[in-house]
């Protein structure tokens, strides 16, 4: 019987280890990853959200950016450059995502991988419809550097029932940026010096925190320089979305303390800071710790010392990092394009890319200059290079998208396939537009299987498309003139108010904290979209209609009914539509919500891909808007502020798929150089003719924008009798509206919808609503040479197609009558 026991408990043994061998080998069969260096990676993936910090290691985040954190389609990706220090790149790293799918991706079928610098460090099935899934892959050594680094993020999905093209729109993965990004010891140090400023950790949304702390008094200048401050950090730490608030020194482990004064003042008010041996302008960085964000210190012995250690921000940094880090870097947000040349998409960020499935996208983003003149007077041709699979229907195609809208086509006709390095697409230059730009190459590849869906058999499938990332673009000269009034030009150029001239002002009629705040935030950004820092002049007091361009941030409150009517709203409208206006909260820490409450709501936001700033709650307050008697600032001082390798891969994957299916000029040196005199008329004659077509006012046409869910309202239009006289007015409520609305309005998808003379938006959703532009103004920026003028007139007549005819008309009336004249008068005339 003992013999029978023992028999018994060694057969149970037998079959706990069998189990656990077969669920192991299940849950590495399910959950994989490879690195470039052949060893494999294991990818957890708990079922719940994790913790933004553990007690080892502490999650940065990836910036915010005008991609989103969305991956959709049967093929998507989104590349980051990812700063790291010294320090920071010699540790033993891991990097973590997490994530949420539609219920129509295939998890055996479909895979999300990371990529560090071009090599893939962890692949993991999507399995994400149910909740949010994690999984964290380590790092090898040595794969990162000090610098910048390239985070790539792709999905290649599957439908779970559905094999046409329309079904590949239903697919999508949702990445969550507050589980997402590299993780870091809980003891690192992060930036300990100026030179390290694109390291500091962005907060669970992907935005910059800055925390500005002023004097008591604050003035004017101090507020300059806050403004200037504030511009730097954000350019060279290429940040998309800094949030600026105004108030004590702030703890927490993401964001940035900004102070700004000289050495006497800070010893005074901050006795702990490291400012003993501070001896002429110096830029001090204090390490974060448990209780102190990280904090820069813009100081000096005096203010004129202050004004100069603004300059060591820019001087201290250098580009550094891996190739394709800096790649990234100089393509975030976008690779800026100044007219007649020539961008292989390599240098974009986009890769070469065999795919199997039925809809095949890529994208990359250009950014015109502020003045480009849109119009369909050339064409852009992409140049395509790649290859595609016998077997197609004759429906195949190549379609090329910009911004959204379907701008031309290549059929792929050949039913025994072909490999190509130039096929030329041509792309009318209209569809582009002043500022950002994205294209999307998207190949339909339709196959007579796909009629009889089988998701498994397409799942492995061979592959239709072959990309390569020699493909090309070839932009032509393009007419260089600015439009205004136009919230497009403003919003993703910084115009006028970058590069435009005169002194740009800022006017604050209400310098409270808040309005402040508000202020810096969308001069940041401005300051962003221009590529570089905006000299502004801030003001309290009302600047003259004739003084160049001016920028107005305040309340309702605080202006009159005289500014709305200038910048084209109506008067009425708004105050009806605020008179009982809804005040707003962030509703993300609600205390009254229960934990799976929370998480609920969490989860909902991520499947409707909501701007994280938009997520507002409403309560009703009673201000009224027009406050005829704004309180203003006294002898200048602010007294309110004080409590406040890919080449080569590309050639190979060309000649596999061969054998897999085949078995300026002198007149315009001269013109530039025309006396000052015709040159100055020229530029006053192409003002006028925008002049003659310009409209002052149109309140009727705005009217219908403005409701009760508008929360912020952003208007344009010129106040003068010059063309660069342009007022741009951004106005909410009440000052805390203002200051909870502009961090919605800053997200890079909402801030990317500003067009028109008015934009209105709702911060609840980040919904914009816009009223476009009927007639504007030319306002001229860049010498009227020859081929600059002649595209400029070119565009004009294209956009002007009745007085294109008008003219022509004239002209052939004029040759007709002239040539009557000329004919009646030569030859014998007969008696």
């Not at 010294?86 to 997490?98: K, M, N």
Request: aromatic letters at 6%; proline letters at 7%.
């Amino acid at each position: 019987m003992s013999g029978f026991l023992r028999l018994a408990r060694f057969g149970a043994a037998a079959l706990v280890l069998g189990a656990a061998i077969v669920s192991f080998g299940a849950a590495r069969a399910q959950s994989f990853a490879v690195t470039g260096f052949g060893a494999p990676i294991s990818a957890q993936a708990p079922a719940g959200p994790p913790a933004q910090k553990t007690a080892t290691s502490v999650i940065r985040h990836l910036t915010n950016n005008i991609q989103g954190f969305r991956l959709a389609g049967e093929i998507a990706a989104s590349e980051w450059p990812l700063y790291l220090t010294s320090d920071q790149a010699h540790d033993t790293l891991r990097f973590q995502i997490g994530y949420l799918a539609a219920v129509s991706v295939m998890p055996e079928a479909s895979v999300l991988s990371i990529a560090l610098n071009g090599v893939v460090i962890g692949i993991t099935h999507i399995r994400a419809a149910a909740g949010e899934r994690t999984a964290s892959f380590p790092i090898p050594d040595g794969l990162l550097k000090p610098g910048f680094n390239s985070v790539r993020i792709s999905a290649e999905q599957r439908h779970r029932v559905d094999c046409s093209l329309k079904a590949s729109y239903e697919l999508w993965t949702q990445i969550d940026p507050a589980s997402t990004g590299l993780l870091l010891p809980s003891a690192d140090p992060g930036v300990t010096n100026i030179g390290d400023l694109p390291a500091l950790a962005p907060d669970a949304e992907g935005a910059l925190p800055i925390r500005v702390v002023l004097p008591e008094r604050a003035s004017s200048h101090d507020l300059d320089r806050l403004v200037r401050a504030v511009e730097l950090i954000s350019l060279v730490g290429r940040f998309e979305q800094p949030i600026v608030d105004i108030g004590p020194l702030a703890g927490g482990r993401y964001g940035v303390n900004l102070v700004i004064g000289d050495v006497a003042e800070l010893s005074r008010r901050m006795p702990d800071m490291p400012l003993a041996g501070v001896s002429g302008p110096r830029v001090v960085v204090v390490p974060a710790s448990k209780q102190l964000r990280t904090t820069i210190i813009v100081t000096g012995l005096d203010q004129s010392e202050v004004d100069a250690a603004l300059a060591q921000i820019v001087a201290a940094h250098g580009a550094e990092g891996t190739g394709s880090g800096l790649l990234a870097a100089r393509a975030f947000p976008g690779f800026r394009i100044k007219g007649a040349e020539s961008v292989t998409l390599r240098h974009l960020g986009v890769r070469s890319e065999e795919f199997s499935g039925r809809m095949f996208r890529t994208s990359f983003d250009l950014i015109m200059p502020p003045d480009f003149y849109s119009a369909d007077y050339a064409k852009v041709f992409i140049h395509l290079a790649g290859g595609y699979a016998p077997g197609l229907e004759r429906r195949a195609q190549v379609l090329v998208k910009v911004n959204g809208r379907d701008a031309s086509s290549l059929q792929l006709p050949d039913r025994s396939g072909d490999v190509f390095s130039d096929k030329t697409i041509p792309v009318p230059l209209g569809f582009l537009r002043p500022g950002f730009n994205r294209f999307e190459i998207e190949a339909q590849l339709p196959e007579r299987s796909d009629h009889n869906c089988d998701p498994l058999k397409a799942a492995r499938g061979a592959n239709r498309f072959l990309f390569l990332d020699s493909t090309s673009i070839d932009i032509p000269p393009i007419a260089r003139i600015a439009r205004m009034p136009d919230l497009a030009v403003t919003a993703t150029g910084g115009f006028p108010y970058a590069r435009g001239g005169a002194e740009p002002k800022l006017w604050l009629p209400k310098p409270n904290s808040q309005s402040v705040a508000a202020a810096a935030t969308i001069v940041a950004h401005l300051a962003v979209a221009a590529g570089e820092p905006i000299d502004f002049h801030l003001t309290v007091k009302r600047p003259a209609a004739k003084g160049g361009p001016v920028l107005v941030i305040a309340p309702a409150t605080a202006i009159g009914r005289s500014l709305v009517g200038a910048v084209g709203l109506d008067p009425r409208a708004v105050a009806e539509a605020w008179r009982n206006r809804f005040s707003e909260k962030i509703a993300d820490g609600d205390p009254t919500l229960t934990k799976y409450q929370s998480e609920e709501s969490r989860r909902r936001a991520l499947q409707r891909n909501l701007p994280a700033a938009c997520r507002l709650e409403r309560t009703r307050t009673g201000q009224t808007p027009f406050d005829s008697s704004p309180k203003r600032a006294v002898g200048g001082e602010i007294a309110s502020l004080g409590s406040i390798g890919g080449e080569r891969r590309s050639t190979g994957l060309a000649r596999e798929w061969a054998h897999r299916i085949k078995g300026r000029t002198r007149w315009s040196k001269w013109m530039t150089d025309l006396p000052g005199a015709a040159h100055d008329v020229l530029r006053f004659a192409i003002a006028q003719v925008g002049g003659w077509f310009g409209e002052q006012n149109a309140p009727a046409h705005a009217r219908s924008a403005i409701d009760q869910q508008t929360s912020l309202i952003v208007a344009q239009n010129i106040l003068g009798d010059r063309a660069p006289d342009v007022w741009t007015l951004v106005t909410a409520p009440t000052s805390a509206q203002l200051f909870d609305s502009v961090g919605c309005l800053v997200d890079p998808r909402v801030w990317g919808k500003l067009s028109g003379r008015m934009s209105a938006l709702d911060a609840s959703s980040g919904a914009v609503v816009t009223r476009p532009v009927r007639f504007s103004r030319l306002i001229v920026t860049q010498p009227l040479s020859l081929q600059n003028t002649r595209l400029i007139v070119a565009s004009w007549f294209s956009l002007n197609g009745g007085v294109y005819v008008l003219a022509a008309l004239v002209t052939a009336l004029s040759l007709a009558l002239s040539t009557a004249c000329f004919v009646r008068n030569v030859g014998r005339r007969q008696e």
